[in-house]
């Protein structure tokens, strides 16, 4: 067996029959091929495929070799080709998630596990002092007080529900900590759901707003949260992330307690905060579940807005949506978004 | 030199490094280096980074290396191209 008879192809992942050979070669291999996925690789010998690695956005997925072929470097040439593309793409921070079997692999190619959960999941980054550069930057606005919470919220877009979920907390502690969900795959761009949710909490003197960034609710931390999958692998990734948030977040912060919206339709949110509710108080942090603000007979949600907005029904927006947000909708800067939204639901 | 993004050079294939470097402001170039042959070449590999880093002028720098058995002049040409790519410089003068 000689290394020149190897080689790597991209696939063509609009095409079928690529596709189809690479999902049989993971489903050999106990793999899932992954909805997200937007870059795959094939490994060659002569015409028959012999391993494979994917990206989704800054996370290499579903890697695997043929067992004959392990031990002659396939793993590693498979990795440098998947972080090659990825720095070309100018994604320089990566991540891994892995069964703790195959950690080891990934350890010897660069990268540093953060945190994993039993013996089912391992999450790496190739950063050696990624998080430690997040939570280091967080330091720098920590508050002293008795009761110090965090919310952690998407806010697809701001709605008066965010915003009474905020405001009670906020009454009922020193410093509010929120956490903005930052994986940019919402409607709504990073940015603007950003501006709407500092507008719409500007009257409240004892909140402090960061980004998320990779260590809540990512596509790295919690790649199932964005597939909306609903199987086991929620609570295993919902456990991962809540356990980055205990080990590292609230140590810097000081936090002792977490604000959670009741979550009545979503299954994977709802997943979470049963999780949030379960791991939480081992560690010591409190925590409070708000039912949700209704108006007429239902409750309020970033999805109704968006409902709203795309049948044009602005009379129900207004009372969707504090006073920052609407004006934001009717504003010039929100066409490319509202469109979207419309062409999209 | 002035390094203005993060350069990357290399892979973490048998006999390759693989090279980051990242512009700081903190004073000194800070090497982390992770190697089979940590204990035999370790330092040697580390100097080999410093000098060529030097070579162009770069004092501040953080550089991240996964070695897989490189011998000296792939270390050298893999930071240089790190160096070229962190630097935003396409023009490269190799003859020199």
């Known amino acids: 067996m000689y290394k020149r008879d190897i080689n790597i192809r991209t696939i063509n992942l609009g095409r079928n029959s690529e596709k189809q050979k690479i999902i049989m070669f993971l489903k050999d291999h106990d793999l899932l091929f992954e909805e997200d996925i937007d870059y795959t690789i094939g490994v060659y010998q002569e015409d028959s495929l012999i391993g494979t690695g994917s990206l989704s956005g800054n996370v290499l997925k579903c890697i695997a070799v043929n067992g004959e072929f392990q031990g002659e470097g396939i793993f590693n040439k498979i990795i440098s080709q998947l972080i090659n593309t990825q720095y070309q793409r100018g994604n320089m921070h990566l991540f891994v998630f892995t069964g703790p079997e195959n950690k080891k692999f990934f350890e010897d190619t660069g990268f540093r596990e953060i945190s994993s959960v039993d013996d089912k999941v391992s999450l790496l980054e190739n950063d050696p002092k990624g998080i430690e550069k997040y939570v280091e930057n967080l330091k720098r606005s920590k508050k002293e007080g008795a009761i110090i919470s965090s919310i952690v919220m998407n806010c697809n877009p701001f709605t008066l529900g965010h915003q009474y ?181 | 030199m002035e390094l203005k993004k993060i350069g990357i050079a290399g892979t973490v294939e048998s006999s390759d490094i693989s090279i980051i470097i990242e512009p700081t402001d903190k004073g000194g170039i800070e090497i982390s280096l992770q190697s089979a042959v940590m204990k035999q070449f370790g330092r040697q590999i580390k100097e080999v980074i410093e000098e060529t880093m030097k070579s162009k002028g770069v004092k501040n720098a953080t550089v991240r290396a996964v070695d897989k058995g490189a011998v000296d002049f792939v270390i050298k040409s893999r930071t240089l191209t790190a160096l070229y790519r962190s630097a935003d410089i396409d023009e490269y003068k190799w003859g020199e």
Request: proline content about 5%.
């Open chain 1, 165 to 345: 979920l905020i405001e009670k907390a906020a009454k009922s502690s020193d410093i509010v900590h929120i956490f903005l969900v930052w994986e940019d795959r919402s409607l709504f761009p990073n940015d603007i759901r950003l501006k709407l949710l500092r507008e719409g909490t500007s009257h409240l003197d004892n909140v402090i707003i960061h980004k998320g960034e990779n260590y809540i609710i990512s596509n790295s931390t919690f790649p199932s949260y964005f597939l909306k999958e609903e199987n086991t692998v929620v609570k295993t990734h919902a456990t991962l992330d809540i356990k980055l948030f205990v080990e590292y977040i609230c140590p810097v912060l000081g936090i002792n307690k977490r604000f959670v919206g009741r979550e009545p339709n979503d299954p994977v949110t709802n997943e979470y905060n049963k999780a949030i509710m379960k791991l939480l108080p081992i560690y010591n942090i409190q925590v409070e579940e708000i039912p949700r603000l209704t108006v007429g007979e239902g409750v309020i949600s970033a999805t109704k807005v968006r409902k709203s907005i795309k049948e044009g029904n602005m009379e129900s927006l207004k009372q969707l949506v504090p006073m920052t947000t609407y004006k934001y909708i009717v504003s010039d800067d929100a066409k490319p978004v509202i469109d979207k939204i419309r062409k999209d639901m």
